[in-house]
Structures are given as C-alpha cells and as structure tokens.
C-alpha cells in the first residue's frame, strides 16, 4: 500500500493531467516533490481581422509568387527577421497547398503594388501574396515572443488588392508554480517565433483557402449542369438536321481574370 500523501499526490498528478490535456508529462518519484511539466501554447487574442475580401469567387486554381514581408518596426537587422517570418509563413502555406504553383521570392523585395504585380506577372502567376510585420519580438525559450502581421494579396490580372488580413499573437514561459503536491512548470519550444508565425500562417491561410474551395465547389456545379443540360438536349431538330453549334467569339488571349462576378 502506498502512504496516504503518495496517493493523494498521485491522485493530484492525475487530475492535473486531465485538466492540462496534451503536451504535459510528469517527473515523479517518492523522495522528492513530483514536476508536472506542460507546453506552452501560442496565445492569439483574437481571429484574424479581415480589412479588404474579395467580393468575387475564383473560377479556376491559381498560382502565386511570394514576396518577402517588409519591416514596419524600426530594429537591428529587420529585413532579416521579415524575410525568416516570410519564410516561416510560406512553408505553412506550401503545405496547405492553397496554390497549385507557389514560389518564394526570397531574393526579391516589395518595393510598391505595381513591383509586385511585375513580379508576379513575370513568373506567369495570377496573385501576388505579400505583406508587411508590424511588430516583432523574439524572446527565445527563456522570454516572450511577440508576432503581429499583415498579409495582402493582389490580384496579377489588374492589379486589384484581394485580400489584406492581418493577425497577432504571443508566447511566453510561465513561472514555476508550487501547489504543495506538485510543482507545475512550462515547456517552451527551441523556436517560438517559428511557433507563433506558423500558428498565425495557419490562421490567416483559412479564408483565402475557404475562399478558394467555394469558387471551385461552384464552378464545379456549373459545369456538371450545363452537362447535365447537354445530355437531354435533342440529338436531332424537328426537321431532321444537326442543330447548329453556337459561335462563341474568342476572348482576350493574354491573363485570365481571377474572378467572376457572384451576381
């Protein structure tokens, strides 16, 4: 049998770990006070604030060229953090494959609307995704890091800004906390602002990637009734001869629009 303090520090260690949920582990043995070990989650303290949307849907899958974030905050070696975070976005988007064709412009720099509509147009692709970090700190695993970011994407056709989004977030260790039974202290990643940007990459990729699914889901939809509609069409008119196809006449042979009007 155990002594009644053990199995009541037991009991507290397991209720602890129901409470916490995932990424907690628990040190424990009888001649010292049992460590209650958790993760640290990113905190976001509210969703991604949407400024500008598309009021159309697209009628196809698009393409896109990345172009670095620029620096809003005045500090040492900005461009380089701005380029890490871009980086850091990129490669959550390129795993959430919202473009069938994306490219990091890792070399490049926004400059201006019309530089990133050249970029994207000289690359053949139909958005440019950019945007800018408002304020960052990298605390490292022993501090608070801080994120916040806007992210805009124009369209490659005209020029027209799509979407302009932005999204904070934070990361911080907690103190050792000491509840008698247990000590209860935190468990920082080695990378928190990697942390934080993928948390807000992730957050800020679901509208875009929403808006996306719906334009295709509808496109999709229309052309399986205009299917549909050719299919039980007459082979033959009432006089007996092959209805005449309609001329359609040809459109612009350069970019294709993104979109297309929901009315």
Same mark, same amino acid.
């Given at each position: 049998? %155990?002594?009644?303090?053990?199995? *009541?520090?037991?009991?507290? &260690? %397991? ?5 916490? @949920? ?10 010292? !006070?049992?460590?209650? !070990? !958790?993760? #640290? ?7 991604? +604030? =949407? ?15 990345? =172009? ?21 976005? %990129?490669? =959550?988007? +390129? ?6 064709? %994306? #490219? ?12 990133? *509509? ?12 950019? @945007?800018?970090? /408002? ?29 302009? *989004?932005?999204?904070? @977030?934070?990361?911080?260790? #907690?103190? !050792? ?10 468990? $920082? ?14 957050? $800020? ?6 808006? *996306?699914?719906? @334009? ?9 009734? #205009? ?21 359609? /006449? ?11 009007? &929901?009315?």
């Amino acid at each position: 049998m %155990f002594p009644a303090r053990v199995t *009541i520090t037991l009991l507290a &260690l %397991f209720a602890a770990l129901l409470v916490s @949920g995932c990424g907690v582990s628990a040190d424990y043995d009888i001649a010292s !006070t049992p460590i209650l !070990t !958790t993760e #640290e989650w990113v905190q976001r303290p509210y969703e991604p +604030a =949407i400024y500008v949307q598309p009021a159309e849907l697209p009628t196809r899958p698009l393409t896109a060229v990345f =172009i670095p974030f620029r620096m809003q905050q005045a500090m040492n070696n900005g461009p380089y953090y701005a380029r890490e975070v871009s980086r850091y976005v %990129f490669e =959550i988007w +390129a795993r959430e494959r919202i473009f069938p064709v %994306f #490219e990091f412009l890792e070399n490049q720099r926004f400059t201006g609307q019309a530089n990133a *509509i050249a970029l994207a147009r000289a690359k053949g692709a139909d958005l440019a995704v950019t @945007g800018s970090v /408002q304020q960052l700190m990298a605390g490292g695993s022993a501090g608070r890091s801080e994120l916040s970011m806007r992210l805009e994407i124009y369209d490659a056709y005209n020029g027209q800004l799509l979407w302009s *989004i932005s999204d904070a @977030g934070s990361m911080q260790p #907690e103190a !050792t906390k000491d509840f008698v039974l247990f000590l209860k202290r935190s468990s $920082m990643p080695n990378d928190p602002l990697y942390a934080v940007s993928a948390s807000l990459a992730y957050s $800020m990729s679901h509208p875009v990637k929403k808006w *996306i699914q719906k @334009g295709l889901e509808k496109q999709l939809a229309m052309e399986r009734k #205009e299917g549909s509609t050719l299919d039980d069409a007459p082979s033959q008119s009432e006089n007996g001869q092959e209805p005449q196809g309609q001329d359609f /006449q040809s459109g612009d042979t350069g970019r294709i629009p993104v979109t297309e009007s &929901l009315l």
